[in-house]
C-alpha cells in the first residue's frame, strides 16, 4: 500500500503501545514516519528499520521540545503532513487524593502536549497547503468516569480541542480529527492499571464487562485497530472528514451496558 506515499507523519508516544502501532502503520501506507517519545527502546529497530522510521526523543510536556522536534523534522523532509498528538498517561485517583504534581502531569502530558504540538505543526501546515492532525483522546473524553477524573477532564478537553481547531482550521484545509480508543490491550498504560490489581484476571473481566462488544468478543481491543482508524483519518478517503471523534471502544461510552443473561 502506498497511500501516504510522500507524507512526512510525525507520531508522540511513538515507543510502545497505540503509538507504535499507528507508527508501524502509516510507515506500511508509505509516509515518512518519525516516533517520537520520551525514550527511544532499540528494541524497536528491528520493526522500524525496514519501514525506516526515524525514532527521535521529545518530552512533550515541554513546549519548546516539540517545537524543536516538528521544527527538526520539517527541515530534514521541507514538509509535514501528518501529526498523531498520541502521547499520554492515566491518573487513577480521587480527587481527593490528587496532588498539584499530578494534575500537571496529566494536564501537561494529555491536553498541552496535544495543543502546542498543534500549534507549532499548524504553522508548517498552513505553509505548504493542509494537512492532517490526529489526537488520542478516550471514550473517557466523551463519557467521564468515575474512578479518574483529572484523566476524564484531560481527555474531555482533547476532544473539545480537537472540534475548536477543526472550526479554526477548515479554511486553511488542515483537517483536525480524534480516536477515542478504550479498552486497548498490549499498552503500558493498561499494563500499569492491571499491575495495581489484586486479581489480573478479574480485572480484565471487569474492564470487557464495561464494553459490551469487546465483552461479546471475549478480548481488549487491539493497539493495531486503533492505528487502522487513524490510518482512515489522515488518508484521502477521510479527505470531508474533520471534528470528528471516532470511538474504538466497543461501545463503552454509549452508556450501562444490558447486563449478562
Not at 527541515?75 to 504534581?101: Q, W, Y
Not at 474512578?147 to 474531555?156: A, F, Q, W
Amino acid at each position: 500500500m502506498s497511500q501516504l506515499a510522500g507524507r512526512t507523519a510525525i507520531v508522540t508516544g511513538g515507543a510502545s503501545g497505540i503509538g507504535r502501532a499507528i507508527a508501524l502503520r502509516l510507515a506500511q501506507a508509505g509516509a515518512q514516519v518519525y516516533a517520537a517519545d520520551q525514550h527511544v527502546p532499540q528494541e524497536n529497530q528491528s520493526q522500524f528499520e525496514p519501514l525506516n522510521i526515524q525514532q527521535r526523543m521529545c518530552d512533550v510536556r515541554r513546549p519548546k521540545a516539540l517545537a524543536d522536534l516538528i521544527d527538526g523534522v520539517v527541515s530534514e523532509t521541507n514538509r509535514l503532513d501528518i501529526l498523531v498528538n498520541n502521547a499520554g498517561i492515566g491518573m487513577v485517583k480521587p480527587v481527593t487524593d490528587v496532588s498539584e504534581d499530578d494534575w500537571n502531569a496529566c494536564i501537561d502530558t494529555n491536553l498541552k502536549a496535544a495543543f502546542f504540538g498543534s500549534k507549532y505543526a499548524i504553522r508548517h501546515m498552513q505553509a505548504s497547503g493542509g494537512g492532517s492532525i490526529v489526537n488520542t483522546a478516550s471514550n473517557a473524553g466523551l463519557l467521564p468516569r468515575a474512578h479518574d477524573p483529572v484523566y476524564s477532564i484531560s481527555k474531555l478537553a482533547v476532544v473539545g480541542l480537537t472540534r475548536s481547531l477543526a472550526l479554526c482550521h477548515a479554511c486553511d484545509k488542515i483537517r483536525v480529527n480524534a480516536v477515542c480508543p478504550g479498552p486497548v490491550g498490549q499498552t503500558a498504560m493498561m499494563d500499569a492499571d492491571l499491575d495495581q490489581a489484586t486479581d489480573r484476571e478479574l480485572a480484565v473481566a471487569g474492564l470487557l464487562k464495561a464494553s459490551p462488544l469487546a465483552h461479546a468478543e471475549g478480548r481488549m481491543i487491539t493497539p493495531d485497530e486503533v492505528a487502522q482508524a487513524v490510518e482512515y483519518l489522515v488518508s484521502d478517503a477521510a479527505s470531508m472528514v474533520t471534528g470528528t471523534m471516532i470511538a474504538i471502544d466497543g461501545g463503552k461510552s454509549l452508556g450501562v451496558p444490558p447486563r449478562d443473561p
